[in-house]
C-alpha cells in the first residue's frame, strides 16, 4: 500500500521525456500500476465518502420517526415523508450525471472532495432546518430544499469513487477491491442506524415514560416539553454527525494524484502520469488470485511469440521470465489444471491466433511526443453509442442501456424498501408501543437486525468472491435468487402478519438484504465502472446511476399509497410478491444485454481491452474459446 502522502501535483515537466519514448512511458507506468498490491488506501479513501454517502441516505430512517414524535406528535404525513424521499433522489440523479460528464472533461481528481463539500453544507443545512419566529418559515421546505442539495453531492459520489477506485486497482485485485469500496454502503447505513440508537439510549432519561403523542411541541407539560427538546436535539446530531466522514474523506482526498488512465488517455500527459508512477510500489505478491490474473500492460506492442506444440500427456506453463513452455503430465481435457494451463496463454496480454500467442493491438510507435488522442465530443461520443456507417464502427448503445435498466430495476425495489423501512418494518416486528421512548428505541433495534446484518454480510461476502467470479453471472444469478425469495417473504407477510409468527418473515428478509449485496447491489456499482472507455467513463457510470435513481423515484410515487397504512393492510406483502416480476426482468438483461467485463475464466479483463467496446470483447472471447478447443484436440 502506497504511504499517504498529500498530492500537491506533478512538476511542469511536459516536454521533459526521461529518454524514453511515449510508449515506453506508458507501458512502465501502466506495468507499475499492475504489478501493485491491493490497494488499501484506495479503498480507504473512496469508502470514507461512500460511507458518508449511505450514512445521509438511510439517516432519513432514523430520522423520520424522531420528526413524526416532534412536530406531529406520531407519524411524518405520507406526502411529506415522499417529498423528502424524492427530493434526495433528484438531487442524486442531477448529480451523478454532472459529475460525471465534468470528471471525464476536467478529471476525475479535481472534482473529488467538490462534492464533499455539497455534501457538508447540507447535513450542516438540515440539521439547522427550523420553524422560524412564530413559523414564519415552512420547516418541511427548509428539509425538502436541504435533501436536495444533499442528493446532488450524495449522488456526484457514486461516479468518482466507482471509476476512480476502478482506475487505481492493478487488474488482478479490479473486483475485490471494488467490492471493498462499495462495502462501505451497508455500513454507512449501519452506522447511521446506530449512531440514532446510541444517541437516544443515551438521553434515555428524558424520553422515557412520555407518550409519543404528549412528547411533541404541541404540548404544555414541562416534562413532554423536555421530551420534545431532547428528541428534536436528537435527530439534529444524527444528521450532522454525516458532515463528519465527509470532512475526513475530503482530507483523505488530497493523497491521490489524478488517475493514470484519464491523464493518458484524455489529458495525453504520458510525462506527468510517468512522474506518478511511484504512487504503485511494486509488491511480490504470491496468492492464489495474482497467479491467476497477474496481467502486465502490453498496449500498442507488436511482439510475436511463437507458442510450444503440445503433445498428448503435455501442457502449457508460463515461466518465470514470463516466457510459455512445456512439461508432461497426465491430466484430463477438462480438469481445472486444464483451463488454468490456457489461461496462462493469456498472461502479459497474450492471445493464441493461429498456434501462435499474440500481444495487444497496435505498433511500436518510436516517438518521444504523445500522440493525439480521440477526442472528447458529443459527436464522437454519439458515434461511441450508436457506430458510424462510413468508418464502418459499431456502437455501444446496448452496453449503457443494460447497465441503466439493471441500475433501474434494481433501485426500484432496493429503495422502496430501503427508505421506507421506518414504517415497514415496525409492523414487520408487530410492535404496538405507545411510549416515545420504547418507539424510537425499538425502530432503531429493529432496523439493524431486519436490514444492516444482512447487508453487511452480503457485502463482506460480495468482496470474497468478485475477483473469481463473472460480475454479469453474479448479477443474473442473484436477480433470480431474489424473485424466488420475494415471492416467499411476501406469501409470508401476507400469511403469518398478526399471527405471532413475525421471526419467520424476519429472517427470509434479512436473507434478502443479503442476496442484494451478494448480487446486483455491488454489481451495478462495478460493472459501469469497467465497460466504457476511459474518456467516457464517469458519464456512463453518472447515466447508470441516476436511471437507477430514476427507477426508485418511479417506485416511490408508485406505491405511495400502497404504504399509507401498513397497520389495516397485507397490501406490503403482494408489493413485494410483484417485485418479482422486477427481479426476473433484471436477470433477463444481465444474461442477453450487460456487458461481461471478465474473461471466460472470471478473471478481471483488462480496462484498456474492455475500453474498445463490444467488438473487442466478442473477439477476446473468440480466441480464449478458441484456444481452448485447439488445446483440447491436441492432447486427445
Not at 23 to 42: A, D, K, M, T, Y
Amino acid at each position: 500500500m502506497p504511504r499517504p502522502r498529500f498530492w500537491i501535483g506533478p512538476n511542469n515537466l511536459r516536454g521533459f521525456h526521461h529518454g524514453l519514448t511515449w510508449q515506453e512511458r506508458r507501458n512502465l507506468v501502466l506495468s507499475q500500476l499492475e504489478n501493485s498490491g491491493f490497494g488499501w488506501w484506495i479503498v480507504i479513501v473512496a469508502g470514507l465518502g461512500f460511507l458518508t454517502d449511505a450514512y445521509d441516505i438511510f439517516a432519513i430512517n432514523t430520522v423520520v420517526p424522531m420528526l413524526g414524535t416532534v412536530y406531529w406528535g406520531g407519524d411524518v404525513p405520507p406526502r411529506y415523508q415522499l417529498s423528502m424521499n424524492v427530493a434526495t433522489l433528484l438531487g442524486s440523479m442531477i448529480g451523478q450525471v454532472c459529475f460525471g460528464i465534468l470528471a471525464d472533461i476536467y478529471g476525475r481528481r479535481k472534482m473529488y472532495g467538490l462534492e464533499l463539500l455539497v455534501t457538508i453544507l447540507a447535513s450542516l443545512g438540515f440539521a439547522s432546518a427550523s420553524t422560524g419566529v412564530y413559523n414564519s418559515m415552512s420547516m418541511v421546505a427548509w428539509l425538502i430544499f436541504w435533501r436536495i442539495v444533499m442528493g446532488i453531492g450524495i449522488g456526484a459520489d457514486y461516479p468518482l469513487s466507482a471509476v476512480i477506485s476502478a482506475e487505481f486497482s492493478p487488474t488482478k485485485y479490479r473486483g475485490r477491491m471494488m467490492a471493498a469500496v462499495f462495502f462501505c454502503q451497508p455500513l454507512g447505513q449501519m452506522f447511521a442506524t446506530l449512531t440514532a440508537y446510541v444517541a437516544i439510549v443515551g438521553f434515555r432519561r428524558y424520553i422515557a415514560g412520555i407518550p409519543q403523542d404528549d412528547c411533541s411541541i404541541h404540548s404544555t407539560n414541562q416534562r413532554s416539553q423536555d421530551c420534545a427538546r431532547t428528541v428534536d436535539q436528537v435527530w439534529r446530531l444524527v444528521a450532522g454527525l454525516g458532515a463528519f466522514p465527509a470532512a475526513l474523506a475530503i482530507v483523505s482526498r488530497l493523497t491521490i494524484p489524478e488517475s493514470i488512465y484519464w491523464v493518458l488517455d484524455v489529458k495525453n500527459d504520458s510525462t506527468e502520469a510517468y512522474e506518478t508512477r511511484n504512487y504503485w510500489p511494486e509488491t511480490s505478491d504470491s496468492s492464489d488470485d495474482a497467479a491467476g490474473d497477474d496481467m502486465s500492460i502490453q498496449r500498442d506492442e507488436a511482439a510475436t511469440i511463437a507458442a510450444p506444440e503440445l503433445s498428448p500427456g503435455q501442457e502449457i506453463f508460463q515461466a518465470d521470465g514470463g516466457g510459455l513452455g512445456v512439461h508432461s503430465r497426465t491430466i484430463s481435457s477438462h480438469s481445472p489444471d486444464f483451463t488454468s494451463g490456457i489461461q496462462e496463454g493469456y498472461q502479459n496480454g497474450h492471445a493464441f491466433e493461429n498456434g501462435q500467442v499474440q500481444s495487444g493491438p497496435g505498433n511500436q510507435v518510436e516517438s518521444y511526443e504523445d500522440p493525439q488522442p480521440q477526442e472528447q465530443s458529443l459527436h464522437d461520443f454519439r458515434i461511441f453509442l450508436f457506430g458510424d456507417k462510413q468508418s464502418g464502427k459499431k456502437g455501444n448503445w446496448t452496453d449503457l442501456l443494460a447497465t441503466s435498466l439493471n441500475w433501474a430495476l434494481f433501485d426500484f425495489s432496493f429503495y422502496i424498501l430501503g427508505v421506507n423501512s421506518s414504517r415497514l418494518i415496525p409492523y414487520m416486528f408487530q410492535t404496538n408501543d405507545t411510549s416515545a421512548y420504547q418507539r424510537l428505541f425499538k425502530s432503531g433495534w429493529h432496523t439493524l437486525v431486519a436490514t444492516c446484518i444482512g447487508a453487511v454480510l452480503g457485502g463482506a461476502i460480495a468482496i470474497n468472491i468478485m475477483n473469481n467470479y463473472s460480475r454479469r453471472k453474479i448479477q443474473m444469478w442473484t436477480f433470480l435468487v431474489l424473485a424466488v425469495l420475494f415471492i416467499i417473504v411476501g406469501v409470508l407477510y401476507v400469511t403469518l402478519l398478526n399471527t405471532g409468527a413475525s421471526a419467520v418473515i424476519v429472517a427470509v428478509y434479512v436473507i434478502c438484504q443479503l442476496v442484494f449485496n451478494i448480487g446486483p447491489n455491488t454489481t451495478t456499482f462495478i460493472l459501469p465502472a469497467e465497460a466504457f472507455p476511459t474518456r467516457y467513463r464517469c458519464t456512463c457510470h453518472g447515466i447508470s446511476a441516476a436511471s437507477g435513481k430514476l427507477g426508485s423515484v418511479l417506485g416511490q410515487i408508485a406505491v405511495t399509497k400502497l404504504i399509507d397504512d401498513y397497520a389495516k393492510s397485507k397490501r406490503p406483502g403482494y408489493l413485494m410478491i410483484s417485485f418479482c416480476v422486477v427481479m426476473v426482468a433484471g436477470a433477463w438483461v444481465s444474461k442477453y444485454l450487460t456487458p461481461e467485463t471478465c474473461d471466460i475464466w472470471g478473471k478481471s479483463r483488462k480496462l484498456e481491452d474492455l475500453s474498445h467496446g463490444i467488438e473487442r470483447r466478442r473477439e477476446l472471447k473468440r480466441k480464449e474459446e478458441t484456444a481452448v478447443g485447439e488445446a483440447r484436440r491436441r492432447m486427445r
